[in-house]
């Protein structure tokens, strides 16, 4: 479980647009990196590349290679099917398949991926639940529907749905952007523990998240509106916050633009 | 501090001349309109319930057909024209609704945005428009002229596949549009492959707007005339087969007795076809409600 990420000159694409310019970075197991920077700067796309989702949009391509413990993630005869069961991803919005009770969301990945024997799916559930610290708030009712929960709660079981394939990366775009802060209490605590076992890489808005929850922190920028996007620097996350190596950093960092 | 408080409270009272003129004309107006276009419904169901109910009430209406009776001669009951109906509507069904869902599918979930799933979607919208008459006249000129295979259900049901297949297509692209990507995105991301998240999350989340729309679908071609006039000749007696070329189906028993005179049996019996028709395509439409409503109830 838990494996490194090595992305190198990454440049990403939509159609002729390019997105993001020129990033390589290192991601080290069973560690938390956060991704920080204004809107519109590429983080949540360079996060998209991580799994090979950013090509499900028409037209969108990247150039570059990303390593994962030394396989290239874009090789000839990768599948991104398979690139996708190693590398998990929670979204910004909680989006429990509608159509299931809690059971069946968490059940999903395992089932749609062919896994019948119901003792198994019995303990992934339970074992994800309890991980995703969900399971006290809902085993008498893993029958109903996972719409029903509240916000935070259908965060949480996303995340348990996400885990629940034994991913070896868990990718997370701005998961709390959408939730209370009581609820991200609860998904940051969550964060802490995941970590044990997952790589784990976090986009978020939030300046005071990034300092809680991660070991390194990447700091990205772009020029200008219609500019690229581009990594300015990535580092332990004290190191960021206090003595940065980049002016735009701290300038960032201290609110004095962004 | 008075008079400030006296003249709001003036101000504040109802609206009088003119306004209130123009709110109660625009009222009457609304409700006379509404009055009106309920009229000729609630006429029509009166006539066809009242003339066409002691048809239907009796046994032999639903368990006999019009063999070895006339117009004259009481006795027998719309059986024949009831299978016809249904059988028509079966194999109509069998047809347009894979190629109707399997189409939205493609247009939507594989096609999105390119060109050709634009051509395809204005054919589409240009066969929703056609008439049935002409569906009729175009399977007519390619079965019957062209390949010569005579007349018979199923080319009836053919000329009816044209009129539903638009109506099945449209209303499940919506559906499958509706579903957010969101959830397509959550499920590839699961490692789960594309054909995979459609059949098991795309489906399932659209699955009462789809069946809902296969149900609307079948309710507006179950009343359809022009095509059984033209491509299936009328009976009395019950049929199963639907290559035969004679077929009871009760808009053509409509039709054939809509000259009967007032005084002979056979003049009960078309109100009773019409009212039977009105009671399957109603019990269609009660059926997609019921589909819709019970997908509801499962989200809460």
Not at chain 2, 172 to 195: F, H, I
Request: with cysteine.
């Amino acid at each position: 479980m838990a494996k490194r990420i090595e992305v190198v000159d990454l440049d990403v694409f939509y159609g002729s647009f390019k997105a993001v310019e020129g990033v390589s970075l290192t991601v080290e197991p069973r560690t938390v990196t956060s991704f920080i920077g204004p809107s519109g700067c590429g983080k949540s796309t360079v996060l998209r590349t991580l799994n090979r989702m950013h090509e499900v949009i028409p037209g969108a391509y990247c150039q570059g290679s990303i390593g994962l413990d030394g396989v290239d993630l874009y090789g000839a005869g990768v599948d991104p099917v398979a690139v996708r069961r190693l590398v998990g991803m929670v979204f910004q919005r909680p989006n429990p398949f509608p159509s299931m009770s809690i059971y069946d969301n968490v059940a999903s990945g395992l089932r749609l991926n062919g896994v019948k024997n119901k003792k198994v799916l019995d303990e992934t559930v339970e074992r994800s639940l309890r991980s995703a610290n969900l399971w006290n708030e809902v085993k008498d009712r893993l029958g109903k529907a996972g719409t029903g929960l509240s916000g935070g709660q259908q965060q949480r079981l996303c995340i348990a749905r996400a885990i629940a394939v034994q991913p070896e990366v868990l990718l997370m775009d701005e998961p709390c952007s959408a939730l209370d802060p009581i609820s991200t209490l609860a998904i940051e605590d969550l964060i802490q523990e995941l970590k044990e076992s997952y790589t784990v890489v976090i986009v978020t808005h939030n300046m005071q998240q990034a300092a809680r929850v991660s070991d390194r922190t990447a700091f990205f920028n772009l020029a200008a509106q219609g500019e690229p996007g581009k990594l300015i620097e990535i580092g332990a996350t004290e190191k960021i916050f206090s003595n940065p190596d980049e002016k735009s950093t701290e300038d960032y960092i201290t609110g004095r633009f962004g | 501090m008075t008079t400030a408080t006296e003249s709001a409270q003036l101000a504040l009272g109802k609206p009088s001349g003119r306004r209130a003129f123009t709110d109660k004309a625009m009222t009457a107006l609304a409700y006379l309109a509404g009055a009106i276009a309920i009229v000729p419904l609630a006429w029509i169901l009166f006539s066809v319930v009242q003339l066409g109910l002691p048809e239907v009430l009796s046994v032999a209406w639903w368990t006999q057909d019009l063999g070895g009776t006339t117009d004259r001669r009481a006795g027998g009951g719309a059986l024949a024209a009831i299978v016809g109906t249904l059988e028509i509507g079966l194999i109509t069904a069998l047809v347009a609704v894979p190629i109707g869902v399997f189409g939205a599918i493609f247009l939507i979930e594989y096609a999105r945005g390119t060109r050709w799933s634009r051509v395809v979607s204005f054919m589409v919208d240009i066969l929703s428009g056609i008439p049935s008459i002409v569906a009729a006249l175009f399977v007519y000129a390619l079965l019957i002229t062209i390949l010569g295979t005579g007349r018979s259900t199923v080319a009836a049901a053919l000329a009816l596949v044209l009129l539903m297949l638009p109506v099945v297509l449209r209303s499940t692209e919506e559906m499958l549009k509706l579903v957010p990507d969101s959830l397509r995105e959550a499920s590839y991301a699961l490692g789960v492959p594309k054909w995979r998240t459609i059949v098991s999350i795309v489906i399932p989340t659209a699955f009462s707007g789809i069946a809902t729309g296969i149900v609307l679908g079948l309710a507006r071609v179950m009343g359809e005339t022009a095509p059984l006039l033209i491509l299936v000749a009328a009976a009395r007696n019950l049929n199963l087969s639907p290559l035969s070329d004679t077929m009871s189906t009760l808009p053509t028993m409509i039709n054939t007795g809509r000259d009967v005179a007032e005084t002979l049996p056979g003049y009960g019996r078309v109100w009773g076809a019409a009212f039977t028709l009105i009671l399957i395509v109603m019990g269609l439409n009660l059926l997609a409600r019921g589909i819709a409503r019970a997908s509801r109830l499962k989200e809460r």
